[in-house]
């Protein structure tokens, strides 16, 4: 397991290598490292054939299909970015839906000719989703930490804006800006609407039901799936469009951001089938460290296994019965835990997150360039959400 954890980095920086020295493309030097990976971590042919194809395989389910609407869309209507300011909107209401990659990629005509505005609406919806209720996220710490929603929500907003705000500077220090205009028109209808229903998604599988039990629980889960929101947000950008356009449609310039996506996946689930990130969460189990307990085994799992709600739910998980001995028992600590695993789950987005791989597309960054501006990124944001964590609890 440890050998696993050490090969880990080596890696990243063979991917990279493999596409900016070799000019192999993403998904042939995933595919290539997770073979050399599997032999080196000692995993069977089999295991790692079928850890790599299941990882593949819910990946394109989850977010693949969203991929190709989102750059359909663009294709076919959407050719103009967003402004500033709707940029860091659209990323508050992505990140409050049902999957924050899924929203991502029905967002990429967003940060089309700008990616400033691009990677700095990834990163407010990267921390959005991690840190605010409706988002499955802040949901699944929450309810795991036996927390309440709304003190959760409260604790959770200054955390988040903070995250943001850290997010947005670490973007301008890193890319420069455009002078591509900003436009919001009646056309992005057919992003916002897929947005809305990823947010009546979370919502309608929050535990508490708000929206009814039984067929309309069903009903607003249904129509939220990737394939019921590709195909809403493809017809309204073709209606939108006004006219018929049937190159647009049969473009596959989002043919390898969707591999990339699929194989990123496929090396999440490798990483995750060594064992390795629940062992090594272990060893941050440990009262003297306070609230920063749920904050590192949270950034343990997500970056070592990359999925972001499996590190909220392992983390809550393994931290909630020591919750007495970190002194965070009380309604206001719960609550404080359960923030401080959303935002140990921002960090570290990287090469076996499919999310990051949108974020690079949109922003036009290399896999190197990429790591330095949004691996980086979701550190300084995590980092300071927890100082903001630790300051409010001095205060409640």
Known sequence: MFLASLLLPIAVVAIVLLVQKVRLPVFLAIMAT?????????????????????????????????????????????????????????????????????????????????????????????????????????????????????????IALPVAAAAIVLGWWHVARQIPSTNEPGQLGWAWLCVAIPLVLLVVQSIAQMPSEPLGKGGAREFYIGISKPLMLAAIAITLAIVLARRWEPSALAGRSWAPLLLAVGASGGLARVFDETGMAELLAEYALHPRYGVMTPFLVAAIVKTLQGNSLTAVLTASGMVEPMLPALGLDSASGRALAAAAVGAGSMAICHVNDPFFWIAAHMGRLSPGRALYVISLGSVVMAAGALVVIAVIRQFI
């Open 34 to 154: 997770v073979v050399v990976y599997g032999i080196a971590a000692d995993m069977t042919f089999q295991s790692v054939g079928k850890a790599f194809g299941l990882g593949f395989a819910t990946a394109l389910e989850q977010t693949g299909l969203l991929v190709v609407a989102g750059a359909l869309v663009g294709a076919v209507v959407l050719r103009a970015p967003l402004g500033t300011g709707t940029s860091a909107a659209a990323g508050l209401l992505g990140g409050l839906g049902a999957s924050a990659s899924g929203g991502l990629a029905l967002l990429q005509p967003a940060g089309q000719d700008a990616p400033r505005r691009a990677l700095g609406l990834a990163l407010t919806l990267l921390a959005t989703a991690a840190l605010l209720a409706p988002s499955p996220l802040a949901v699944a710490a929450g309810s795991v930490m036996k927390a309440s929603l709304r003190l959760e929500f409260m």
